[in-house]
């Protein structure tokens, strides 16, 4: 049987959705010993095996309602008098569901996006770091972080959206940034941000208005000024009280 762990990765790295199954103890004559491992996808197909028979079956059930609830639970079985399997001892076991991680497209490789990016990934954030200028990465090496050197129009056409990803915008340029929330709000997400002082967020908000680009309803769905307030100064501090925010709405079930 082949590693389960490449799949949990898989299943990390990727939008389908899967929740672990582990034996943690047993008592007695049971198929399968501490340790043993199933994945069950959110469409009840999976990959290992905690013991096969109306065993697996039933822990299978348990798995998806661990999915639907977003929340692990440790269960026990006895083959005998619960599940009528002839092996006759008992079964524990822990489900968990696994989290995507979810993606960071940063646009802007400037103070505080390069701090965001290094704290971002520290979080178990798949990050992305776009920025057009040719010296933008100039001494920023972290192998885990995806570095694209090109135009954000660009770089929105080339880049996978979908309900894990989070644009974080924080670019040198105010125009760039209203063109690439116009660009990326259009495109499947879960959160989009937009760094700014109050009044630059007036201003982008009346210019996205006035040109039709987002509505003042979809507009309230765009955090702007981005990050949560703890009154912060520094790009490190910013990056974090941006973090704070990705975070928040990452652990919202």
Do not use: W
Not at 12 to 40: F, Q, Y
């Amino acid at each position: 049987m082949s590693s389960i762990y490449p799949k949990i990765i898989n299943v990390e790295n990727g939008n389908t959705k899967a929740a672990l199954v582990t034996i943690i103890a047993t008592k007695g004559s049971v198929p399968r010993k501490s340790g043993s491992k199933m994945l069950v996808y959110q469409n009840g197909k999976i990959e290992g095996s905690v013991g096969g028979g109306a065993l697996e079956k039933k822990v299978i059930s348990q798995a998806l309602d661990v999915l639907k609830n977003n929340a692990s639970q440790i269960v026990t079985h006895n083959l005998v008098s619960e599940l009528a399997m002839c092996c006759g001892g008992i079964v524990e076991l822990f489900i968990e569901p696994i989290m995507n991680r979810k993606k960071v497209y940063i646009f802007g490789a400037g103070h505080i996006g390069k701090a965001l990016a290094k704290f971002a990934i520290d979080l178990d954030f798949n990050v992305t770091l776009i920025d057009e200028r040719c010296d933008s990465f100039e001494g920023f090496e972290i192998p885990e972080c995806v570095l694209i050197n090109n135009h954000h129009a660009t770089a929105v056409d080339e880049l996978c959206f979908d309900e894990n990803t989070f644009v974080v915008i924080l670019t040198h340029n105010h125009a760039y940034d209203r063109e690439i929330l116009a660009l990326t709000s259009v495109k499947p997400h879960k959160y989009i941000g937009m760094v700014g002082s109050d009044r630059k967020v007036l201003i982008a908000k009346k210019n996205i208005i006035a040109s039709n680009i987002l509505t003042e309803k979809e507009l309230e769905r765009i955090d702007m000024p981005i990050g949560l307030n703890i009154e912060a100064i520094t790009p490190q501090e910013i990056a974090i009280s941006i973090l704070a925010k990705l975070i928040e709405i990452r652990n919202k079930k």
